[in-house]
């Protein structure tokens, strides 16, 4: 016989044994395409249960209405969750799938069962803080996610503001019940939490200032309507209703909660004041890095890492002539004027145009970092007034997914004093391309893959890659400014320093000023920025180790390919394996690679 016959009759003996010894044969092929398609319906189970969620995936379904976020709903989320995992885990035998949906059949459990053994801490989650929360996500959910094509699109948001009372009733209550076990967020957070409420109702038709937030945008949708003049204005008569007799109310109750909760709030910040707070903080920090790691040691990691890039920026001083020390520098980069434009809006404009001209030009070089690109397009704006005082510096909105509405890259322009340039383009990579629009616009792109890994989140994964973005382009020659490779140096600084004083605050009782004072000693940026950002970690356990944690696993895992692949090793598919499989823990992206390294061996 020839070989390929000796090839043939081996293999069929295989599988002939297989089936005698395992039962009948199976379809590789068709086990998966079952799996994914459970994988798929028990996800839409879940999207289907929430508004909010179908809004955001473009589904129009139930935008006449608000997600429940009471406690019976998240029992009974739970219970769901629970029920589906059972099915899986006796429907499926991962054994008969193919590679990517073994993959697809790993992260199922481990995210299901995560939700599962989340609802354990869920009374220990602030329901809302100055960064976030139902108080200002029904104006942002409004304005950038429900869309007015037609009549019942309009109908439906103004249905969703008569539904607010309803909503703010269920917040009300999960408000009072948290505060009494103890979950009060701290007191230096209530002033902006009642302020960017306030913002809301402030404006027309409330008062007669110029239009409010919500009622802007509900004119500006309509007026684009293709109907007729009456029909318009009977739904402008209708929203402004809507706005005073239902918003209006509900706000002032919500307001009026919020200043009875800030007399009761203490001045303790950390995670150690929760109920068993030391095991929630260590639950924290495995979910967000999706590591083992301990508080001590993601503290220890952030010391040794703060101190290696202040030696890189001495160098940069040395580099541009500064004569003097480190802190001197910092104070000189915070200071002089040519690193920031007017507090103005000629100076704000100014800083979008240059921003989306540093992600243009990044989008015509991308060819040298990566053979999959995003189809979504990417648009640069300012923050919205009604919450700029207390959003972040700067963040991303994913695009819809049936494209009607394009990424969005956010960057914060209430103070112009604290976006110097110098950091301008390392944060438009952030936020833009290479960073969170690639990473996740391509996700919720790529074919053959179930919805829940296509919008699904690792935050270490996530926030890992945002970080390894800004590092990427000095590789490719940008930064030629030394100022502006300064400004990299620093945002990585930033996060390097979240390390030691999230677990600070958190594990090793820090107060919130010891914090602040650690940022302002060992970083350039002014001291507003490092009490907004304190005030962020402290609301919000663990999230802020993320970054630094999963920047250095993307950089270990191409450090360790680029060895054992030497010439062999490419850019392109490495950045491949990272984005094509979706936001995977960190144990089993290393999988993944260690699986590419040994498939380019062959």
């Known amino acids: 016989m020839k070989p390929f016959k000796h090839l043939a009759l081996y293999s069929a003996l295989l599988v002939g ?17 079952k799996a994914n398609q459970m994988f798929d319906d028990m996800y839409m189970e879940h999207v289907m249960r929430s508004p909010n969620w179908q809004s955001f995936l473009g589904i129009k379904d139930n935008q006449d209405k608000w997600s429940n976020i009471d406690d019976a709903e998240a029992l009974a989320s739970v219970e769901l969750s ?8 006796t429907q499926i035998n991962p054994a008969h799938l193919d590679e990517q949906t073994q993959l697809s059949y790993r992260l199922f459990l481990e995210r299901w069962q995560d939700d599962i053994d989340s609802l354990k801490w869920r009374d220990h989650a602030y329901p809302i803080t100055q960064m976030r929360g139902t108080h200002t996500s029904v104006a942002t959910m409004l304005i950038n996610q429900h869309s007015i094509s037609s009549l019942d699109d309009a109908q439906d948001y103004i249905a969703r503001l008569k539904a607010i009372p309803n909503l703010f009733a269920q917040l009300q209550d999960i408000l009072v019940k948290r505060a009494d076990k103890g979950v009060i967020t701290p007191k230096f957070t209530w002033p902006e939490m009642i302020s960017a409420s306030s913002n809301i109702i402030t404006g027309a038709p409330f008062d007669d200032g110029e239009a409010s937030t919500i009622w802007a945008d509900f004119n500006k949708k309509v007026a684009k309507l293709d109907t007729d003049a009456d029909t318009k204005k009977q739904l402008l008569d209708d929203a402004k209703a809507a706005l005073l007799n239902s918003v209006k109310p509900a706000y002032d109750r919500l307001i009026a909660l919020m200043q009875d909760l800030e007399t009761r709030a203490t ?12 095991a929630y903080y260590q639950h924290r920090l495995e979910s ?7 508080a001590q040691e993601i503290h220890d990691i952030g010391l040794a890492e703060v101190n290696r890039i202040h030696d890189d920026m001495r160098a940069i001083m040395k580099q541009v002539g500064f004569a003097g020390s480190l802190q001197e520098f910092f104070e ?5 004027p040519q690193f920031y434009y007017p507090d103005t809006e000629e100076g704000r404009q100014r800083y979008l145009d240059e921003a989306t001209a540093l992600i243009d030009n990044m989008k015509g070089r991308l060819d040298e970092l990566f053979y999959t690109k995003p189809k979504a397009d990417l648009v640069v704006k300012a923050v919205e007034p009604f919450r700029e005082k207390s959003a972040g510096k700067a963040f991303y909105q994913r695009p819809a997914p049936d494209g009607s509405r394009p990424g969005m890259y956010y960057a914060n322009l209430y103070k112009m004093s604290s976006m110097p340039t110098y950091q301008m383009e390392a944060l438009a990579y952030h936020e833009g391309i290479p960073g969170h629009h690639m990473q996740l616009a391509i996700s919720q792109e790529l074919d053959g893959l179930p919805r829940f890994r296509r ?19 000095k590789e490719m020659g940008m930064y030629d400014d030394p100022y502006s490779d300064f400004g990299r140096l620093a945002m990585e600084l930033w996060r390097a320093c979240r390390l030691v004083v999230d677990t600070g605050i958190h594990q090793l009782r820090w107060t919130r000023q010891e914090a602040i004072d650690y940022l302002v000693e060992n970083t350039p940026n002014p001291v507003a920025d490092a009490e907004k950002a304190i005030g962020r970690y402290i609301v919000w356990p663990g999230q802020a180790t993320a970054y630094k944690i999963g920047m250095l696993k993307i950089i270990e895992l191409r450090e360790k390919s680029r060895d054992a ?14 984005l094509r499989n979706g936001p995977l823990p960190l144990s089993m992206l290393e999988e993944e690679v260690d699986k590419w390294i040994a498939k380019q061996r062959l």
């Open 455 to 473: 919008f699904g989140s690792a935050t270490a994964y996530t926030e890992g890659w945002g970080l390894y973005s800004e590092f990427v382009p």
């Open 565 to 578: 692949l030497g010439e062999n090793f490419d850019i392109r598919g490495y950045h491949d394996v990272i």
């Open 82 to 89: 629970k029920a589906q995992l059972a099915k899986v885990k």
């Open 288 to 294: 967000i890095t999706t590591t083992k790691l301990t």
């Open 332 to 336: 000189f980069m915070r200071v002089d």
């Open 17 to 33: 044994i297989s089936a005698c010894s395992h039962g009948p044969a199976y379809d590789i092929a068709a086990e998966s395409a």
């Open 267 to 278: 001045n303790d910040d950390g995670a150690w004041k929760l109920p068993d707070g030391e």
